[in-house]
């Protein structure tokens, strides 16, 4: 791979459901950092300059709103291990900005 080749690369991207359109001719392009990038959109990392809004709303000003306002799937593992039950609830404690509910259930 080249040094400035892209990690990423979206041209032109849409994804129709029937009539709805769900994506509507996106593109952008990563060359690196794709990982960070990622971790910075959910609130994982501060980015060091620039703005990210994610349904209109800055995760550093409402980091819970921010993270509400998408849905990730971290890897998953082998369901019978205990790295499956973590990811499980750590999945559901972040996408849906639940802390007491989650953990007073087991």
Known sequence: MH?????????????????FIAVDNVSFAVCRGETTTIRMMTTLLVPSKGEILLNGINPLENQNAARKSFGIVFHL???RSFSFWLW????ARFSSGLTRAITSSF
């Open 77 to 79: 593992w082998d369901n």
């Open 88 to 91: 499980v609830l750590v999945s």
């Open 3 to 19: 040094e400035n080749s892209n990690i990423i690369e979206v041209s032109g991207l849409t994804k129709r459901f029937g009539e």
